[in-house]
């Protein structure tokens, strides 16, 4: 099991940058698909970002590619998600996911994903 802890949220002007850490428990970390979600006021979660066990493979949605960059420190226990050229319509709460086995094929799906975070409030202002 793993527990999931986001951080790094704020408010930041339109093209502005930030970048969103999410901290994990546990010494299995290295062995969990990390993926990074965020709701917009008003709409159902979404896919931002997947990484894989050794940060080898990434894969964004087409809405943030190019601007986001999602990374891991398995050191660390960590995994982030660098956020540049943000735009008003990034506004959403992020959150941080795991899973041991995700394809794919279910990557962009919430339901892929067994462990969450709580989830960190990014606004961006125009």
């Known amino acids: 099991q793993v527990q999931l802890v986001e951080s790094g949220g704020g408010l930041v002007q339109a093209g502005g940058s930030l970048r969103l850490s999410c901290a994990a428990s546990?010494?299995?970390?290295?062995?969990?698909?990390m993926g990074w979600f965020r709701q917009p006021p008003g709409k159902e979660r979404e896919f931002v970002a997947r990484?894989?066990?050794?940060?080898?493979?990434?894969y964004y949605a087409d809405s943030v590619k190019g601007r986001f960059t999602i990374s891991r420190d398995n050191a660390k226990n960590t995994v982030y998600l660098q956020m540049n050229s943000l735009k008003p319509e990034d506004t959403a709460v992020y959150y941080c996911?795991?899973?041991?086995?995700?394809?794919?094929?279910?990557?962009?799906?919430?339901?892929?994903?067994?462990?969450w975070g709580q989830g960190t409030q990014v606004t961006v202002s125009s």
């Open positions: 996911a795991a899973d041991r086995d995700v394809s794919i094929t279910t990557m962009t799906s919430t339901k892929a994903y067994d462990y």
């Open positions: 546990g010494r299995t970390f290295g062995s969990y698909y």
């Open positions: 990484i894989s066990w050794s940060g080898g493979s990434t």
